[in-house]
């Protein structure tokens, strides 16, 4: 494990290096329509105010300026954790802040809620990435992060600016841009963590479906809710005829309701985490989850095996061949059967569920920046260079020239990385030619 680490440490070093251009204007004007979309909410969120009887006391005269192009209904500062605080309590008499994680269970009872979540999305996005990100670019107009190589699980992550977290839906990361004369050549895992779960467990629906091409949260939608999901097939369903993702309403309920379990599955997601995030009742979560496990026992046995051994023995490690370690510091061997230690044992035991499929899937993303350093070293010294890596995404720039044939050895490369933990050969990568970074 050390040694894999030891000759990745060149890599990111590289990555830091090199950077990413930026181009500014281009930023601020996504940073000033994200501005815009928020001052909006705060019109939705007045009238909400205003239409909801129950919130009547906070709507007061509000002095206009004349030459103002929106008027409020009310002077609730929605900045102001304290006054929406009191605002929501009117609502939910219990709530004690209005943090995301206490709010997000509310959201689909009260409308105005969902808003509000929405309006902090896009005050943050505006705050973050606005002018003052500029901070972080250099005299070349670069970006040039830090990274922090080994997290718990092995992965890494990265910091001024922390380029992990930057936006995935390309608004912002079309900002960044390759030299005249070069192109992006991105590259990722399809499925990275499934396959993984897939393998580890040795699932004959997970393996065949990824075998054969087949949407994977359908087929395994399928599955848990059997008659439900044939019955609400429409006419012309894709999934019905070809085993892939359908446009049918109930269709992707439901399989929207696998696929949380499914990802969830990689961070140890129980009961109460799916109730949160489907916004359904906790009994309706357990029976799902039940219906999940009767699906698939055999990913369940594999995941119970992982947490139980990470509560025996107080470490958990990731697949073969890197077997890296994770040392749980609060274990001792007196509390495995003490009812006193309830909650650090579930802490180990959702870690240890985790571990092995996130840090297996790092281990593979790291070798894979290995291979593609050295295939650059020897061969393509001044036409390639790496330039950002986002988890299970490796992202580098080449000369436009020789864009289809770097794609090419790209691929191979990451799916060499691949067959090295999982050597079924059912993880692909997905390679793409931009002019701009993209997810």
């Known amino acids: ?110 409308p105005i809620i969902k808003e509000y979540i929405r309006y902090k999305e896009l ?27 080994i997290l718990d699980t092995g992965r890494v992550s990265s ?56 949407d994977l949260h359908s087929v395994c939608a399928e599955l848990v809710f059997q008659n439900e999901w044939i019955d609400n097939a429409e006419s012309g369903c894709v999934y019905i005829s070809h085993k892939q993702k359908c446009s049918c309403p109930k269709h992707k309920e439901l399989r929207t309701k696998v696929k949380t379990i499914n990802f969830g599955l990689a961070y140890g997601m129980g009961p109460n985490k799916l109730s949160d995030t489907l916004q359904i009742s906790l009994q309706e979560a357990k029976d799902l989850i039940k219906k999940y496990f009767m699906a698939f026992p055999s990913i369940e046995s594999f995941l119970n095996s992982l947490g139980e051994k990470g509560k025996r023995t107080g470490s958990i490690r990731t697949f073969p061949p890197f077997n890296r370690v994770r040392w749980f510091e609060k274990w001792t061997a007196k509390m495995y059967n003490n009812r006193d230690n309830f909650m650090e044992l579930g802490s180990i035991e959702r870690a240890s569920k985790n571990t092995p499929i996130q840090g297996s899937s790092a281990d593979m993303t790291k070798l894979a920046l290995y291979y ?13 260079k790496i330039v950002m890596t986002v988890h299970d995404q490796i992202d580098t720039i080449c000369k436009q020239e020789i864009a289809e044939e770097w794609k090419e050895k790209m691929t191979e490369l990451m799916e060499k990385a691949a067959n090295v933990i999982i050597p079924n050969k059912l993880l692909k990568a997905d390679t793409n030619i931009s002019k701009t970074w993209e997810k």
């Open 159 to 214: 910091s001024s600016p922390n380029m992990q977290q930057i936006p995935s839906d390309n608004t912002f990361r079309n900002c960044f841009y390759a030299p005249e004369g070069w192109v992006f050549v991105s590259s990722d895992y399809s499925s990275q963590e499934l396959n993984v779960i897939a393998y580890g467990s040795s699932d004959p629906v997970f393996l065949r479906a990824l075998e054969n091409g087949e």
């Open 372 to 384: 593609i350093y050295n295939e650059i070293e020897k061969n393509y010294s001044d036409t390639v």
């Open 123 to 149: 005050t943050k996005l505006s705050n973050a990435y606005g002018s003052k990100f500029f901070k972080y670019v250099n005299s070349d107009n670069k970006v040039h992060t830090n990274f922090q190589q």
């Open 1 to 110: 494990m050390s040694d894999l680490e030891n000759r990745v440490v060149r890599v990111f070093s590289e990555i830091e290096y090199e950077g990413l251009n930026i181009n500014k204007d281009k930023w601020v004007e996504m940073a000033n329509k994200n501005q815009k979309l928020a001052e909006d909410m705060q019109i939705t969120l007045d009238s909400s105010v205003a239409e909801n009887s129950k919130l009547k006391q906070f709507i007061q005269p509000v002095q206009q300026d004349l030459f103002a192009p929106t008027f409020r209904k009310t002077n609730i500062n929605w900045s102001s954790p304290k006054q929406v605080l009191e605002v929501f309590q009117t609502l939910i008499p219990k709530l004690e802040d209005v943090n995301g994680k206490n709010l997000y269970k509310h959201k689909y009872k009260f």
